[in-house]
C-alpha cells in the first residue's frame, strides 16, 4: 500500500483548498478509503469515508463542508474542503481501508 497526499497550504478563513491522495499497491476500485487529520496537539481524528460504492460518511465537524470524492480511473481519492476554519489546521492523512496505512500526510493551515 502507497500513498501520497497533496495539495495542502495556507488559506485564510473561509477559504478552500482541494486534497488528494494518489494511491498505488492495491486494488483501488475495490477498497474503502479515508481521511484523517491531526491536530497540533491532538490525536488522530476521522473526518470522512468513502467505500467502493460511493457511498460516504463525514464526522459531524465537517459536515456540510467538506466533500470526499474518488476517480477509480486514476485510483485518487480526494478532499474538497470549502469554508476552512482555524480549527481545521492539520496535517491531513488519507488511510487505506478506516484503519489502515497512511501516507505521510499534507499541512493545512488556516489563518488570517
Known amino acids: 500500500v502507497h500513498l501520497v497526499e497533496s495539495g495542502g497550504g495556507l488559506v485564510q478563513p473561509g477559504g478552500s483548498l482541494r486534497l488528494s491522495c494518489a494511491a498505488s499497491?492495491?486494488?483501488?476500485?475495490?477498497?474503502?478509503m479515508t481521511w484523517a487529520r491531526q491536530a497540533p496537539g491532538k490525536g488522530l481524528e476521522w473526518i470522512s469515508t468513502?467505500?467502493?460504492?460511493?457511498?460516504?460518511h463525514y464526522a459531524d465537524s465537517i459536515k456540510d463542508r467538506f466533500t470526499i470524492s474518488r476517480d477509480d480511473a486514476k485510483s485518487t481519492v480526494y478532499l474538497q474542503m470549502n469554508n476552512l476554519k482555524p480549527e481545521d489546521t492539520a496535517v491531513y492523512y488519507c488511510?487505506?481501508?478506516?484503519?489502515?496505512?497512511r501516507g505521510q500526510g499534507t499541512q493545512v493551515t488556516v489563518s488570517s
Open positions: 499497491g492495491f486494488t483501488f476500485s475495490t477498497s474503502t
Open positions: 468513502i467505500y467502493s460504492g460511493g457511498t460516504t
Open positions: 488511510r487505506y481501508g478506516t484503519l489502515g496505512a
